[in-house]
């Protein structure tokens, strides 16, 4: 079957440090990737939608310099959270679809000391 | 507004009873999503639907795409069924951008 693992699933970085986290799909070709950043006691809010062989778009508060994202081929995507402050701590969730469904992972939680 | 609107935004049920969740779009919603995130902020993935309905054990879901809306039943409430409910809809004019709602937190007492 099709599934998404993220991973770290959980980590911890000091304030003013970046984090890379990666998303691997497995039994299907992620023809787009989507990421999301849940903060506490929040919702899930797009950060950015990749498609492959196309440019990246990020949505309104999020940014290319503070989240610059992979997406290499159809099986992989990371995305990195730079100079990562208190504000940046959440589940930040991956979303990675094929032709006919979204398959999501169980996101990586985010700890900001 | 909010694109996808969940109700009730919270909600508290005696064990072994039923309840009904509700999402409201204001999209041309192709497929909804429902998650729970349980307590230990967990996200579990519940239904995938396209119009139509799906059922797995004490979870029912309905979506109609026509009138906007979908649900998510919940027969024979457990403990284990406390957290927050979130449903999730694609956009046909933008089909790769799933656009969550705000949640249900669902609390069933013993």
């Known amino acids: 079957g099709a599934l998404v693992y993220q991973y770290p699933r959980r980590t911890i970085c000091k304030s003013g440090t970046s984090m890379r986290m990666e998303c691997q799909a497995v039994?299907?070709?992620?023809?787009?990737v989507a990421w999301y950043r849940q903060s506490p006691q929040k919702t899930f809010e797009l950060i950015a939608l990749?498609?492959?062989?196309?440019?990246?778009?990020?949505e309104q508060n999020f940014t290319q310099e503070k989240f610059p994202i992979s997406h290499p081929n159809l099986s992989f995507s990371s995305m990195t959270v730079l100079n990562a402050y208190l504000e940046d701590r959440g589940l930040y969730l991956c979303?990675?679809?094929?032709?006919?469904?979204?398959?999501f992972g169980k996101g990586t939680r985010l700890t900001v000391v | 507004g909010d694109k996808v609107k969940q109700s009730p935004s919270a909600l508290s049920l005696q064990e072994g009873t039923n309840s009904a969740l509700r999402c409201n779009f204001s999209?041309?919603?192709?497929?909804v999503q429902w998650f729970l995130q349980n307590p230990r902020g967990s996200l579990i993935n519940l239904f995938y639907?396209?119009?139509g309905t799906k059922e797995n054990g004490r979870l029912k879901s309905a979506f109609d795409s026509k009138e906007s809306y979908s649900t998510l039943h919940i027969r024979d409430a457990q403990l284990e069924d406390s957290g927050t409910y979130f449903c999730?809809?694609?956009?046909?004019?933008?089909?790769?951008?799933?656009?969550f709602g705000k949640g249900t937190h669902l609390h069933v007492l013993p």
């Open positions: 039994g299907f070709q992620a023809t787009s």
């Open positions: 979303g990675a679809r094929d032709n006919t469904e979204v398959f």
């Open positions: 990749s498609t492959v062989n196309s440019a990246i778009k990020y």
């Open positions: 999209i041309a919603a192709t497929t």
């Open positions: 639907l396209v119009p």
């Open positions: 999730a809809a694609e956009a046909g004019t933008n089909a790769y951008k799933v656009i």
